[in-house]
C-alpha cells in the first residue's frame, strides 16, 4: 500500500518508490527489510513512521540518508535520484538531509565538547571556520534551546534532554531541509520528550524543515505529525492524516499497536 | 512517623515496612544524601510504584531495601522490617540469603542482565544450584517449569540457546523466569519494559500481574512512565530530588494529582487523546546537594510562592493519601 496517497499536492521533498531492501541471511534464508515501500513527504511537513522493532524502520532511514544502498527501487529527493549521484553530489546532498539519533548518550562523541560536536558538519563541508564558525555554533546551540556560554562543555556535562537538543543542534548546523530522526525521544524522561517535540514543532514552523519521525510509540507522533504511516514487516500497512489514522484505524495491525499503548485509567488490572 | 498511610485496610500483614531511608554517599563532607526519607510498606500480593525522572533515587531507593548498593554509598534507615523482623544491621551472608529467598530483582536491559556466553538453562540451573541445593536433573526440571510459566514457547529448546538468540521479549522473560527460580516473596523490577516495544511492554505487565495473583507476589516496580503505572494498578510512590512527594492509591493519584510535581510529570505525557503541554517540565533535577531549601521542586514549580522555603514534610490528606507540598489541599 501507498503512504504517498495523502501527499500534499505540488512536488514532494521526498519520494521513496518501490524501495526494496534485502540483507543475505547467514546461511539461511535473506532478510527483506523492506517490501516495496512508496512515500512522499512534502516540503514542511511531519511526517511520522510508526512500527515496531524490526519492521524496517531503521532501514528505511537509512536508505532514504543514502547510508544504504537499496536492492531495487529508488529515493528522490529534491528532484534529485540518490542512486544516480556520484559520492561527491552525495556528499553535498548530505548537507540538506540529516539526522537525528535515538540514543543521545551514545550518539555523542564524548571526547568533544559540544562546540566541536555542533560544528563538525561546518568544517566538514567547508561552509564556515575560525569565528564566523563559533558565532554560527552559539547561534545554533540558542535556536535549540542552549545557553551559548556551555559550548566548552563534552556531553557528560549535560542531561539527557540536552544532549538531544546538541544532536539537533549538529542536524542543523548545515541547513538541512529534512531531519530524519529515529526514535527521537524514546531514551529520554516524559517531562523532556514534550519539550524536545515541542522544538521540532517549532523549527518546522519558523524555518519550515521537514521532518520524518520514526517512533513505536503512537502517542508520541501523536504529538506532531500531519499524517501518520504505519510499518509492519518491512511494508507500510496503513497511512492517512493524523487525527483520522487514530480515531478510525483500519487496518488490524494499527489497531493493535494502539491497544497496546498505555492509556491512563484503563485496563488496570487488580494488584 | 513518615509511613504513608495505607490505602487498604491493613488486614494482610505486611512484607516489607520501611521509614525514614536515607542513602548517603560514604564519607562525603558536607553529608550528600541521595535519597532522604524514603517510607513505604508492602504486603503480599499488592504493587507499589516508584515514579519520577532520572536522577529522583528511584532505583538507589529500591537497591537499598535489599542492601545492594555500590561500595560508595551507604544506607541508614529508622525501620527496615521484612516479614516483621529488623534487616538495617544483618551481616553480607545473612543479606545474600534473603535475596536469593525472599527479594528478586528484574533490571531494565534485558540483553546486558544476561551473561552473553552462557546458555539461558546454565543462567536458570546455577540460581537453583546456588540457593536451593537442587541436583542437576533436578534443577534442569525446575528451569523448564519456569520457563513455561513465563510464557516461553518450546522452553525445552531455549533452555540451549543463547541470549543472544531470543528476542528482546523472550529475553525479559527469561530473566523473569531465573528472579522467579527461588520462589521470592517481592519482586524488585527496575523499568522491565522501557526498553520494549508497546505491545511487548503490555505483555510482559500482563505476565507480571498473572505472576502475582498466582503466587501472592509482592511488586516493587520502578517506571518513568504514567501509562505503565495506569496498567498496573497499586499504590504510587512518586519521587523528586531523593524524596517521596506523593504517596496514594494509582486510580486517585491519576484522577487528582495532588503534588504540583505528579501533575507537571502528567501534563507532559504525550497521550493518544490529547497533545501534551509543550513546555514538558523547566528545567531539570537537581543534582544531590543542590536543591533548594524547603520544597525542592519550587524552582521548576509554577505555583511556587513565598512559603515553599520552608522545610515540607510528606502531610497526609486522607483517604490513603499525602503530599509534600503545603498547598496539597485534604482530599475530601
Not at chain 1, 548518550?105 to 563559533?134: F, K, M, Q
Not at chain 1, 531531519?179 to 518546522?204: C, F, G, M, N
Not at chain 1, 521537514?210 to 507522533?221: G, K, M, T
Not at chain 2, 532522604?36 to 537497591?63: H, I, W, Y
Request: net charge positive; glycine share 10%; proline share 7%.
Amino acid at each position: 500500500m501507498s503512504a504517498g496517497g495523502t501527499a500534499a499536492p505540488g512536488a514532494a521533498l521526498l519520494e521513496l518508490r518501490g524501495l526494496v531492501k534485502r540483507f543475505p541471511g547467514r546461511g539461511r534464508s535473506a532478510v527483506s527489510a523492506l517490501r516495496g515501500v512508496d512515500l512522499d513527504l512534502a516540503a514542511g511537513e511531519i511526517l511520522g513512521i510508526a512500527g515496531e522493532s524490526g519492521c524496517g524502520k531503521t532501514t528505511l532511514a537509512r536508505c532514504i540518508l543514502g547510508l544504504e544502498r537499496p536492492d531495487a527501487g529508488s529515493v528522490r529527493f529534491a528532484g534529485q535520484d540518490l542512486a544516480a549521484l556520484d559520492r561527491r553530489a552525495l556528499r553535498r546532498l548530505r548537507r540538506r538531509l540529516q539526522m537525528v539519533f535515538q540514543d543521545p548518550y551514545s550518539s555523542l562523541n564524548p571526547r568533544l565538547s559540544a562546540a566541536a560536536i555542533v560544528g563538525e558538519g561546518l568544517a566538514v563541508h567547508g561552509l564556515a571556520r575560525g569565528a564566523e564558525r563559533a558565532r554560527r555554533v552559539a547561534a545554533l546551540l540558542e535556536r535549540v534551546g542552549l545557553d551559548p556560554g556551555t559550548a566548552d562543555r563534552r556531553p557528560r556535562e549535560f542531561s539527557g534532554g540536552q544532549r538531544q537538543r546538541i544532536g539537533i543542534a549538529r542536524a542543523l548546523a548545515c541547513g538541512p531541509e529534512l531531519l530524519v530522526a529515529d526514535e527521537p525521544v524514546s531514551a529520554l524522561d516524559v517531562s523532556v520528550q514534550a519539550q524536545i517535540l515541542a522544538l521540532l514543532e517549532d523549527l518546522r514552523r519558523r524555518e519550515g524543515l521537514s521532518v520524518l519521525i520514526i517512533s513505536h510509540d503512537l502517542a508520541v507522533l501523536r504529538q506532531l505529525c500531519d499524517r501518520i504511516a504505519v510499518m509492519r514487516q518491512g511494508e507500510f500497512v496503513e497511512s492517512g492524516p493524523t487525527a483520522a489514522l487514530l480515531a478510525a484505524p483500519r487496518h488490524a495491525y494499527t489497531q493493535a499497536l494502539l491497544a497496546a499503548v498505555p492509556r491512563l485509567g484503563g485496563a488496570a488490572n487488580p494488584a | 512517623m513518615n509511613a504513608p498511610p495505607s490505602a487498604t485496610p491493613p488486614a494482610a500483614a505486611a512484607l516489607l515496612e520501611v521509614s525514614g531511608l536515607s542513602v548517603a554517599i560514604r564519607g562525603a563532607r558536607p553529608p550528600l544524601r541521595l535519597v532522604e526519607d524514603f517510607a513505604c510498606r508492602l504486603a503480599p500480593g499488592q504493587t507499589l510504584s516508584l515514579v519520577g525522572e532520572s536522577g529522583c533515587g528511584k532505583s538507589l531507593s529500591a537497591l537499598a531495601l535489599p542492601g545492594l548498593l555500590p561500595p560508595d554509598l551507604e544506607r541508614t534507615s529508622e525501620r527496615l522490617l521484612w516479614r516483621g523482623r529488623e534487616i538495617g544491621g544483618l551481616a553480607e551472608r545473612e543479606r545474600r540469603r534473603l535475596r536469593g529467598a525472599e527479594i528478586a530483582f528484574v533490571f531494565q536491559e534485558p540483553l546486558s542482565s544476561l551473561n552473553p556466553v552462557l546458555t539461558i538453562g546454565t543462567q536458570i540451573t546455577e540460581v537453583l544450584r546456588a540457593h536451593r541445593r537442587l541436583g542437576r536433573a533436578a534443577a534442569r526440571a525446575r528451569a523448564l517449569a519456569l520457563l513455561a510459566e513465563v510464557g516461553v514457547p518450546a522452553p525445552a529448546e531455549r533452555l540451549g540457546a543463547y541470549p543472544h538468540e531470543l528476542s528482546g521479549g523472550l529475553r525479559q522473560r527469561a530473566l523473569i523466569a531465573m528472579a522467579l527460580a527461588c520462589d521470592p516473596a517481592l519482586l524488585i523490577a527496575d523499568e522491565p519494559t522501557t526498553a520494549l516495544d508497546v505491545s511487548l511492554q503490555a505483555q510482559v505487565l500482563a505476565l507480571l500481574a498473572e505472576l502475582q495473583r498466582r503466587r501472592g507476589l509482592a511488586l516493587l516496580f520502578i517506571t518513568h512512565d504514567f501509562g505503565v503505572v495506569s496498567q498496573l494498578g497499586g499504590r504510587v510512590l512518586v519521587m523528586y530530588a531523593g524524596e517521596v512527594v506523593e504517596s496514594a492509591p494509582t486510580a486517585a493519584l491519576l484522577e487528582a494529582p495532588a503534588h504540583p510535581y505528579t501533575r507537571a510529570l502528567l501534563a507532559s505525557l504525550p497521550r493518544l487523546d490529547r497533545k501534551c503541554e509543550a513546555t514538558g517540565i523547566p528545567g531539570s533535577v537537581p543534582a544531590p546537594g543542590r536543591a533548594p531549601a524547603g520544597c525542592r521542586f519550587r524552582d521548576r514549580c509554577g505555583l511556587a510562592r513565598a512559603g515553599c522555603g520552608e522545610p515540607q514534610i510528606l502531610r497526609p490528606l486522607g483517604a490513603g493519601r499525602a503530599a509534600r507540598c503545603w498547598l496539597a489541599e485534604a482530599s475530601a
